[in-house]
């Protein structure tokens, strides 16, 4: 076989190769690394949270005995309002302020149905700072998210808000409402992005 021969068969490979490469990255998006986690569900299942890819995400760290624990129901009222949208909320449960959420699972998960009709995605307790923190909240407040989200998070019902592109679009604190303006103007502008 001539070397003309050769050169001319590998190129077609190549191109093959290259093409069908191509055409494989542009139909599957890459997973953000806000979602390259897996967590436990409150009844201990394992999730993959890349399975909320191209979702909103309100991600809040939870306690069932704080001042903000109320907040438990406007959480599920912006989960019923935007749901259809592509907002999804995700409660984690956290002990590590005031000691303000000493339940087991099964308690917490009772404790939400019951008070206030929670049917949002709840996971199993987790500390969001210090060395014990999950990983997600390792990269939530880490600088890697966005320089003016980095820091530890700072009492119960932080709220962190991810685009669609796995992104903080906003994080609120403690004493914003997830009813609020502020919030839900900030939910709405990030459901209409495709």
Known sequence: MSSLKTTTILAGI???????TFAGETSKKAVPPVLKHKVKSLDGKEVDLSKYQDKVLLIVNTASKCGATPQYKDLQSLHEKYKDQGLVVLGFPCNQFGAQEPGTALQISEFCTKNYGVTFDMFSKVDVNGDNASDLYKYLTSQKSKPKSAGPVSWNFEKFLINRDGEIAARFPTRTNPQSAEVTKAVE?????K
């Open 189 to 193: 502008a990030e459901l209409k992005k």
């Open 14 to 20: 190549l191109a093959i190769a290259f093409s069908s």
